[in-house]
Structures are given as C-alpha cells and as structure tokens.
C-alpha cells in the first residue's frame, strides 16, 4: 500500500496553467478587435462625411449627388450581372470562375466590332433600337461560346480534382484569354462607336438621366428578373437547383449533371454579354484587360452578397455600385484629398476585406459549412 501510494505520489501531474493564458481564453480578443475596428470605421465615416458635407467652399449640390447616386445604380446594374455568373457557377460546382470577366470582355469585343459595321452601314443612326438588339445578340453569344468553350476544355477534367486545382487553373485561363485578346485586337484601347440616339438625358420623375445609364439600369432589372423567373418556373431552372444540392443524388434522378452545369456557364455567359455592352455604351471604350477589375470587383459583389444567392449578387452588385460612386467623395473630399474618384478601386477592395472579416457569409449567405 505504501509503495502504491508512492507510485500515485510521483506520477505526473499536469502542469499548472499560466494566468496569462487562462485569461486570454476567457477574454474574447477577437471580438475585441472587431468591435475596435468597427468603432472606428465607423467613427472615420462619420467624420468624413460630415467634413464634405459641411464644406463652406465647393460643396456638391444636391444634383451632383443625384448624378452619383443614378451612375452608382447602373455601375451596380453592370457589377450585378458580372456577379451572376459568378454565383451561379460557385452554386453548382463550388469554384470561383476567376476567368469570367474575360467572358465579359469577349462579348464586348464581339459587339465593338459589329458596332463599328453598323455604324459604317449607317445602322447605328437610323436603326438604333435594332442596332443594340444586333449588338446583344453578338455580344452575348460570343460570351456564351467562350464561357462553354471554358466549361469543356478548362474544369470538367477538373471536376473531381482539389479544389485549389480548379481555382489555379481559371486565373491560368483569365490570363490565356486577356493577352489571346491582346493579340488579336491589340493592346490599345478602342473607342465604341456613339449610338446618336442615345446621347442626352431622359427625364424620369423629374430627375434628368442619361439615356446609357438608364438603359443599364433597364436591361439589368430586366435580366435579373428573367433569371429568377428562369431558375423559379423552368424545368433545367429546376435541375440546376436539384444539382446545387447534390450531384450525386440528382443524378440518380435522372438529371444530365453535364448538361446542367453547360447551361450555367452558358447562362452566366450571356448574362456577362449583356453586360459587356453596358459597360461599353457607358464608357465607350473596350480594352483587351477591360475585365479583369470589373471582374475582380463582381466577385466582391458576389461576396458582399453571399457568394452562391442569386439575390445576393443583384444587392451586392448595387450596392458595391452605390458606395464605389458616393463614398470615395463623401469620405475624401471633406478633407481635401485630390480627385478622390480615383481612389474607387481602393473603396471597393476595401469592401471586400471588411465583409470577408466581419461576415465572410455576406448579406444572404449562411454561417453553416459549405457542403463537401
């Protein structure tokens, strides 16, 4: 028994914890730095605006922010159908298609060079609306081949690889078709030809907006509700849905999973076409990298609202639109930073750090685990 007692005596014991790191466990750091962090954002945004706001010497009139808040709306309109295509395919297949902003510069290209016969026909003066049907449908079958074309050569092979396998392979195939472009169009910018029928204003409900900008807005709603419509009442809406959920068992149902996630790269495709001639009527010009930002900052739309919802890619697109137009001079021109649009690039990434901090499931995205 005594032995035995000495035995217990010197066995082990576990070593007494230190106080620092008791305390460090039970104080909730990270939440303290979030909560900091956002205090201080908050404190930053509010200063800054009132600064603007306040200003006694170049103030922005109430119609210089109506200008923002209606170029904010179709900016997001154009981010809102980049994003589509981004949710949609993340939806299906849980990989970020890094290369669709190439699809969105493509179907711009398609339709500069239609443009340029158009206008040398003619067309583009006295045939207007048919102009920019024609331009549509070349933009956004040209959008659609590249996106399938993608689909085929560049993921199916990947489809049961690593994840991490896909996400390399689509900045490979960004790059391929950003300098494929450069190559056959040339580095330079080229300036869209101007549709004389859609210089000027348009009043709507007293407020003056320009006839580019408002049809964004239009064709944009316009795709977003067929889109639901297309996913909510259609058969292959219906599939795509029931392949989200699971592949395996909606093949066992009888559903062609290839063909399905064709679809959604094709439709993602055109939504991306229509996009890229917004963008072009907008800006007019198209570049052979025109892509790569609008693309980078549709996936923070995306993000923004929960990367894989629908909805949330629309909200998140306008709303990136709204604050990469208002807040760049809201924030920075009350405390003179010069030419504070330039800083847009920097308010949008900005937004995509923060949300990936404070909600990396975005606005309607969900905290449960991604599925396997």
Not at 14 to 34: C, D, M
């Amino acid at each position: 028994m005594t032995q035995t007692r000495q035995h217990e005596d010197e066995s082990p014991r576990p070593a007494a914890r230190s106080r620092t790191a008791v305390l460090a466990e039970r104080i909730p750091i990270r939440r303290i730095i979030l909560v900091t962090l956002g205090i201080l954002i908050t404190v930053g945004v509010l200063l800054g605006s009132w600064k603007t706001l306040t200003l006694s010497e170049g103030r922005i009139s109430g119609a210089g922010w109506r200008d923002f808040l209606v170029f904010g709306v179709a900016l997001g309109s154009i981010y809102a159908l980049i994003a589509l295509g981004y949710s949609l395919v993340y939806g299906i297949l849980l990989m970020i298609n890094f290369a669709h902003g190439e699809v969105f510069m493509m179907g711009a290209f398609a339709s500069y060079y239609v443009a340029q016969s158009l206008d040398t026909a003619g067309l583009l003066e006295s045939s207007p609306v048919l102009s920019i049907l024609i331009l549509l449908l070349v933009a956004t079958a040209a959008s659609m081949a590249v996106a399938v074309l993608l689909e085929r050569v560049a993921y199916r092979p990947l489809r049961n690889a690593p994840r991490l396998v896909p996400l390399i392979t689509a900045i490979g195939a960004s790059l391929f078709l950003q300098y494929t472009a450069a190559s056959f169009f040339g580095g330079n910018s080229k300036g869209y030809p101007d549709i004389p029928a859609l210089e000027g204003t348009w009043t709507i409900l007293g407020i003056p907006i320009a006839k580019t900008l408002a049809i964004t807005i239009v064709a944009a709603a316009l795709m977003m509700v067929g889109l639901t419509q297309f996913i909510s009442r259609t058969t292959t809406g219906r599939a795509m849905r029931a392949v989200a959920e699971d592949k395996e068992i909606a093949s066992l149902m009888g559903i062609n999973v290839n063909r399905v996630i064709v679809t959604t790269f094709a439709v993602g495709g055109f939504l991306a076409g229509v996009a890229g001639v917004m963008f072009a009527l907008v800006f007019g010009l198209v570049q052979y990298n025109m892509g790569f930002i609008p693309g980078i900052k549709a996936f923070t739309a995306a993000v923004l609202g929960g990367i894989g919802s629908v909805t949330g890619a629309a909200i998140g697109g306008l709303i990136l639109g709204l604050v990469e137009s208002v807040a760049p001079v809201l924030l920075l021109a009350g405390i003179h930073v010069p030419a504070p649009n330039q800083l847009r690039d920097v308010v949008a990434f900005s937004i995509l750090v923060l949300i990936l901090i404070f909600r990396p499931g975005g606005i309607m995205g969900s905290d449960q685990p991604e599925r396997g």
